[in-house]
């Protein structure tokens, strides 16, 4: 018969089994429902690279800028997405990368409770905020390639810690961490992301070394050897990325997103944190400003009685609040940054409340056994529900046809208009790419800041926005079909009416959709030709 002291070990380990099986649940159910706007050209661009068997160099899908350079910055990611999709369908897609963030989420609990925790996993604040982060970075989760950056920084954090820790850099990081780069930046554009921390980190390093200090075997203060072998490793990563089919075209091409900001107030995902004031993510963003307001009372308070709090915070490395004071500001200004904020902040804030509070309160292993069976169930049934509730999708193009043009792009193709020149709604352009890549259309989803004509492509599409100038865009840019989604309610919360003052203006209400209807029947040169539930198409006369 096992001892007490075993079962309550297993209850402990099957308990954290159990979150981390509904965290999964969590993130399939976030995954399946929706179709990610970028997903259709993905695969497209990656059918293209397959069978071509090379990285694609030449634009012939937009209208205004074919026939120019372009560079894949996520060739790589493109290929995997379409042999996977070409093996196992839409269900293995979404698994891996519902797997990718469980993988993200395990490594940043292991990393917090071994170091930042005392190697204890008895804190509730911490459990809470894995969650509460998990939950709040779903808009930002799902089929994106955007997550292999998210991956990439925790591991990177971890590594830079480590050495940190240490006080050592080993060869093999000297190898491995730019082979890491490479693939980085063979995957996702984000890879600048990870060597702006990497140099930064240097950097924050160098200064520490040279600052005058008592005694050079500080925790923070790491030798000489070590800067300088992470400096070697740094200026391999840069090279490494420099070795990509694209070269220093990648960065020039990276470069075109500091040209023109617009795409930061036309697209969604990179709109400012105001645009989710009722949502988890400001439920994180609120606990972080009390970490923040916590740490600076404890500076500055006279009481000095609290030892353990003291002692942890001389033994503190900056570096994690540094970083995560940037990241919190990038999150702010952008809502597609916030996973990243909160996957670097979360082992920080959660040390600090686990050491200020003095929080072990969760203690699994001493409930009585009723207590046990009661959580242990509603965590299964919640993740049942979560499984039975799933959208699960097979064929992607057909299961959402709620949202994208399922039906009018068929009408179009079989239409005398299949060969005109046409513009689609913004977030519909990767699906025609990928469903009808030998159509031509304005713009989608890849080239938002690529400039043409003085102004980048979303400012071009942002004039559809404005009544007056529909026609007149229309006649400019030489378009003959417009395909536009069916107009949508607008719903605006309290607190966007309270703080923001929306919704008190008739314009609040008016969309893409409402402004281009209207615009349409006002204008004797353009009909209505097609409708159905998700689109309309309009054709000129």
């Not at 954290?16 to 399939?28: D, H, M, Q, Y």
């Not at 979404?94 to 395990?106: C, E, G, K």
């Not at 694209?246 to 709109?271: K, M, P």
């Not at 031509?440 to 404005?466: A, C, N, T, V």
Request: net charge neutral; hydrophobic share 50%; proline share 5%.
């Amino acid at each position: 018969m096992p001892s007490k002291s075993v079962k309550r070990v297993l209850f402990s380990r099957w308990l954290i089994v159990l979150l981390f099986i509904f965290s999964l649940a969590l993130v399939l159910h976030n995954s399946f429902s929706y179709l990610d706007p970028d997903f259709g050209w993905h695969y497209a661009v990656g059918r293209e690279i397959w069978q071509n068997h090379a990285v694609p160099h030449l634009e012939h899908h937009l209208l205004p800028v074919a026939g120019q350079s372009w560079v894949d910055h996520e060739w790589l990611s493109n290929v995997l997405i379409y042999l996977t999709y070409n093996w196992g369908g839409y269900l293995l897609v979404s698994f891996l990368f519902a797997l990718l963030t469980i993988l993200i989420w395990y490594l940043l609990a292991q990393e917090t409770i071994k170091h930042w925790l005392d190697n204890k996993t008895n804190s509730v604040v911490f459990w809470l905020l894995l969650l509460i982060s998990l939950k709040a970075s779903l808009p930002n989760l799902g089929v994106r390639v955007q997550e292999i950056t998210v991956f990439f920084v925790v591991l990177l954090n971890i590594w830079l810690a480590q050495s940190v820790r240490q006080r050592k850099w080993p060869t093999w990081k000297i190898i491995v961490v730019p082979l890491l780069f490479w693939l980085w930046a063979s995957l996702h554009g984000g890879f600048l992301i990870g060597l702006a921390i990497f140099t930064a980190w240097f950097f924050f390093r160098l200064i520490l070394y040279w600052l005058p200090h008592k005694s050079n075997k500080g925790i923070n203060i790491l030798p000489k050897s070590v800067i300088i072998r992470s400096g070697l490793t740094l200026v391999l990563s840069w090279i490494a990325t420099c070795l990509t089919p694209y070269g220093l075209g990648l960065y020039q091409f990276l470069g075109d997103y500091g040209t023109s900001r617009a795409y930061l107030w036309c697209i969604v995902e990179w709109l400012p944190m105001t645009e989710a004031l009722c949502s988890w993510r400001m439920v994180y963003f609120i606990i972080f400003g009390l970490a923040l307001a916590l740490l600076i009372f404890h500076c500055c308070s006279h009481d000095k009685h609290d030892r353990e709090m003291v002692l942890w915070l001389k033994q503190q490395d900056w570096w994690t609040l540094i970083l995560s004071l940037i990241l919190w500001i990038a999150a702010w200004r952008s809502l597609r940054h916030f996973p990243l904020f909160a996957v670097v902040s979360l082992p920080w804030m959660a040390g600090f409340f686990y050491h200020s509070w003095h929080d072990n309160l969760f203690q699994p292993d001493t409930w009585p056994n009723y207590l046990k069976w009661f959580v242990a169930v509603i965590v299964i049934l919640t993740s049942l529900l979560l499984i039975i509730d799933t959208h699960w999708s097979v064929h992607p193009e057909k299961d959402y046809c709620h949202t994208y043009p399922c039906v009018a792009m068929s009408y179009l193709r079989q239409s005398p208009y299949a060969s005109w020149p046409t513009i689609v709604e913004y977030g519909w352009g990767g699906y025609f790419y990928w469903l009808w890549p030998e159509k031509p259309i304005f713009i989608d989803g890849r080239l938002p800041q690529y400039m043409w004509r003085g102004q980048s492509l979303i400012e071009h599409y942002g004039r559809f926005f404005k009544e007056t100038e529909v026609n007149k865009t229309l006649d400019d840019y030489g378009l003959d079909v417009i395909v536009i989604p069916q107009p949508r309610p607008v719903h605006y919360n309290w607190a966007e009416t309270l703080f923001l003052g929306r919704g008190l203006a008739e314009e609040d209400y008016y969309t893409l959709s409402d402004i281009v209807r209207w615009a349409m029947l006002k204008s004797p040169d353009w009909r209505l030709v097609h409708a159905d539930i998700t689109a309309m198409i309009y054709v000129r006369q």
